[in-house]
């Protein structure tokens, strides 16, 4: 019966996988086929925060943990936003599928030499650049609002509704769970992702936005999410959201939060009662298996079907362009299974030094003697949630085992898939 209803559930999840595709290709396609004179005027009037370029500029300089990424911001984001331009390819079928931009040879932040007058003086040469590895399905929300509002007023759209979330699902989670505990959680999580960051910058906005939506909507309807049959679509949506909007950040932290979120509102389904014998330890791991395959079938399966038609496009349309294969490539450099890699030591240690801070030091003792203090009152209450709780810390490091390069390379920012294990670090001592 478990397996046949699970096989139901797959195939229902494969139909929402299909319908996806299109509605994501269509998206792209409606998008690119807006005009893009405003979007560029829009940007070229903000663009002067960019001619000063730095790969990972810190709002608190000397800390890693404050970084934003204005080079990806600068090189794809808003160069495949103002695309197509005068003289460029019109196509929207081929430009939603392969997302291409000028690329200015020798040059690092490509949109300043798009737009900018101050950097014309001298020739160039350039080339469309395909970056079909990922969806961009930030353009579908990025182009349209860049039609409207300039460059900066978009930016600080999305700071604010970043920081309305929050402040909304801080108070719903009080109203929710009827104490503190649950909402002391998610500050701190929040606080050790650095909104700030991910507020002001594309690049780091996409998984922290769909993260604040996915536990808003826990907050306002968690209780239809059913553990049995609601979860795996809940999970599913989160990955196939992640692999469209993102690139590739810290996209483990959408499954790491909002799953110990549910484990929280739904402890009893999953677990079982305290004092109810029926129930078996490991009914939350492997309710945590289940969801998170979900999530990883969504985000899967959705970024290689990418893969699959920006190679079909490419070959109708003769752009020379092998999308498959350049993918498979960079997943075996990601993960550090071609080449020499790091040593997976190495890579847990960069990324805790990212948060090797005073503030963030500060937070995090704070948070353990606050834990300590409210152990030794629990008197050990809450036991069946415990193994559940542990499996969600322990995936993180899972995570980087399995991305040893990019979790290495990019430890500026991928440090946030660690950081969201403290959540439920905290939720455990907080059990009752």
């Given at each position: 019966m478990f397996i046949l209803r699970d096989l139901k559930i797959l195939l229902k999840s494969l139909l929402i996988l299909g319908i996806c595709i299109v509605a994501g290709y269509l998206l792209l396609i409606l998008v690119y086929m807006l005009p893009t004179g405003n979007i560029r005027t829009n940007i070229k009037n903000c663009i002067e925060q960019y001619e000063t370029f730095q790969t990972f500029p810190e709002w608190a300089r000397g800390y890693q943990f404050t970084a934003t990424d204005d080079y990806t911001d600068a090189t794809y984001i808003l160069p495949n936003a103002v695309y197509p331009g005068e003289g460029d390819e019109k196509n929207p079928f081929k430009n939603a599928?392969?997302?291409?931009?000028?690329?200015y040879v020798g040059v690092i932040h490509d949109i300043v030499y798009e737009l900018s007058d101050n950097f014309r003086s001298e020739e160039i040469d350039s080339f469309p650049f395909c970056y079909t590895r990922y969806w961009h399905g930030y353009l579908v929300i990025l182009k349209p609002l860049l039609c409207i509002f300039s460059l900066n007023i978009v930016r600080m759209m999305n700071a604010g509704l970043e920081f309305i979330l929050m402040a909304l699902i801080l108070m719903l989670a009080v109203k929710k769970s009827g104490n503190m505990k649950l909402a002391l959680s998610l500050m701190a999580s929040f606080m050790l992702l650095n909104p700030i960051?991910?507020?002001?910058?594309?690049?780091?906005?996409?998984?922290?936005?769909?993260?604040l939506v996915a536990i808003m909507i826990l907050m306002l309807w968690g209780d239809k999410i059913t553990p049995e049959k609601g979860a795996p679509f809940f999970f599913l949506a989160i990955g196939i959201a992640v692999a469209y909007f993102d690139f590739l950040t810290y996209p483990l932290a959408s499954l790491i939060l909002p799953l110990s979120v549910y484990l929280w509102l739904h402890h009893t389904e999953i677990c079982g009662a305290e004092g109810d014998n029926s129930s078996k330890f490991w009914q939350g791991p492997v309710f945590l298996i289940r969801s998170g395959f979900?999530?990883?079938?969504?985000?899967?399966?959705?970024?290689l079907s990418k893969w699959v038609l920006a190679t079909v496009v490419s070959a109708i349309t003769g752009a020379n362009e092998y999308p498959l294969k350049d993918a498979m490539k960079e997943v075996g450099y990601r993960s550090g299974l071609s080449g020499e890699g790091y040593p997976y030591p190495m890579v847990i240690l960069k990324n805790i030094m990212v948060l090797a801070n005073w503030p963030v030091i500060i937070l995090i003792l704070a948070v353990i003697a606050a834990l300590i203090v409210y152990g030794i009152k629990n008197k050990g209450r809450g036991k069946k949630t415990i193994p559940a709780y542990v499996c969600i810390m322990i995936v993180p490091f899972?995570?980087?085992?399995?991305?040893?390069?990019?979790?290495?390379?990019?430890?500026?920012?991928?440090?946030?898939?660690?950081?969201?294990a403290i959540l439920p670090f905290m939720l455990l001592g907080l059990r009752d």
């Open positions: 599928a392969l997302v291409p931009h000028n690329d960051s991910c507020a002001i910058n594309f690049q780091l906005a996409a998984v922290m936005n769909i993260i979900f999530w990883a079938f969504g985000y899967g399966a959705f970024w899972l995570w980087c085992a399995v991305t040893l390069e990019h979790s290495y390379d990019h430890a500026v920012f991928a440090f946030r898939n660690m950081a969201s």
